[in-house]
């Protein structure tokens, strides 16, 4: 059976996560999202976009990603950041804050 691949654009991928479009662009440009260039425009595999989304992120690179987020204002990317801290402290081999 064939398998169709989902490639979405910057502003599509930045509307998916929740991401401003100016960080997908600064992650693409940076290689910590896999995109690929095509007729000179960036687009990215969804299938890469939603292993990236679950893969494990430390403490560190998810307050640089809560400043980055489109919808949340300073205080809501605060309180999210802190709610994910809680729950991997909680974790079995969590690290504790």
């Known amino acids: 059976m064939r398998r169709t691949e989902m490639f979405l654009s910057p502003w599509q991928a930045a509307d998916y996560t929740g991401l401003k479009i100016e960080a997908i ?40 990603l809560t400043s980055k987020m489109s919808r949340l204002s300073e205080a809501e990317a605060r309180e999210v950041l802190a709610n994910l801290q809680k729950e991997a402290a909680q974790r079995p081999g969590g690290a504790s804050t």
């Not at 600064?26 to 939603?50: F, N, Q, T, Y």
């Open 25 to 64: 662009y600064e992650l693409l440009e940076s290689g910590e999202l896999a995109g690929e260039k095509i007729d000179g425009r960036w687009r990215i595999r969804k299938s890469v976009l939603d292993a990236w989304l679950d893969a494990e992120v430390p403490p560190e690179e998810l307050q640089k």
